[in-house]
């Protein structure tokens, strides 16, 4: 019988640190987008943030360079101040518009990446991400943008607050900044996973909102962590494993959720 591989933890130990990363900024942020009923947002956000470091890779770029970081950023923020302006225009409209720009930027991506040899290593890297991979450089980075994305998070709640026009934009470049991050370390999919499923667990949630939000973010978290830990074990992609997982836990987090009794929470 084959044994199953060691757990290095020196390889899961910053996976797991990027996925909690992840999770700070993208748990408040799921919960607003499931409010606003933009669900498939981050999609978007994360595939026009992709079309910028194609883009840049296939200029020469260097990889982690900060030319690539720029422009997946200013493609991130150009679709999100696209969204912003159609959400003032067509508010009716906007999911449907959300799900048109990712079909677009998806294609987009496509093109830019038919002459390339490598393209569907690119693209799968896009899709399923390389958490296995991160590197200390960039989970400085994404620590320094999580401090700085929670922080604008604050103003944009008291700006919502208020009712100032403030509080749109500013969610909206808030999410392109953190879903451009994001997605350069996790890939789509699990950006897409930690918006949703830790939001959508807890959505009938009774009690307080620190409740909900300490809820959230303990389902995501296990998702990580049992899923990479699952994934080193069996030796299988980590990024589809921890989707499964994170699922799974959501589900039983929802069904926990629904059965507590009104004001018990």
Same mark, same amino acid.
């Given at each position: 019988m084959t044994a199953a591989p060691a757990i290095d933890w020196s390889i899961l130990g910053p996976a797991l640190v990027a996925g909690l990363l992840v999770l700070a900024t993208h748990v408040p942020l799921g919960m607003q987008v499931l409010s606003r009923g933009i669900v498939f947002i981050d999609l978007a956000i994360a595939?026009?943030? !992709?079309? !910028?470091v194609i883009a840049a890779d296939a /200029?020469? #770029? $260097?990889?982690? !360079? /900060?030319?690539?970081q720029?422009?997946? =950023?200013? =493609?991130?923020? =150009? !679709?999100?101040?696209?969204?912003? #302006?159609? $959400?003032?225009r067509w508010p009716q409209l906007q999911e449907a518009l959300i799900g048109v720009l990712f079909v677009l930027a998806s294609c987009t991506a496509l093109l830019l990446l038919a002459g390339n040899p490598h393209g569907g290593e690119h693209l799968k890297d896009l899709l399923v991400g390389q958490i296995l991979w991160v590197s200390p450089a960039q989970i400085r980075a994404v620590a320094l943008l999580t401090v700085g994305v929670l922080a604008g998070w604050l103003l944009v709640r008291r700006a919502a607050a208020a009712g100032t026009g403030f509080g749109r934009l500013a969610f909206y470049v808030l999410f392109a900044l953190s879903v451009t991050a994001s997605v350069q370390l996790v890939g789509v999919y699990l950006v897409f996973s930690s918006l949703i499923l830790p939001a959508l667990a807890t959505l009938k949630w009774r009690g307080g909102g620190a409740g909900r939000l300490l809820v959230a973010y303990l389902t995501g978290a296990a998702g990580y962590l049992i899923g990479l830990g699952l994934s080193a074990h069996y030796d299988l992609p980590s990024g589809a494993v921890v989707v499964l997982v994170m699922a799974g836990a959501a589900a039983a987090v929802a069904g926990v959720v629904s059965r507590v009794p009104r004001g018990a929470a």
């Open positions: 595939q026009i943030a !992709g079309i !910028g /200029l020469g #770029w $260097e990889p982690q !360079g /900060l030319a690539v720029v422009a997946a =950023a200013s =493609a991130a923020l =150009a !679709g999100a101040l696209l969204l912003t #302006w159609t $959400e003032r």
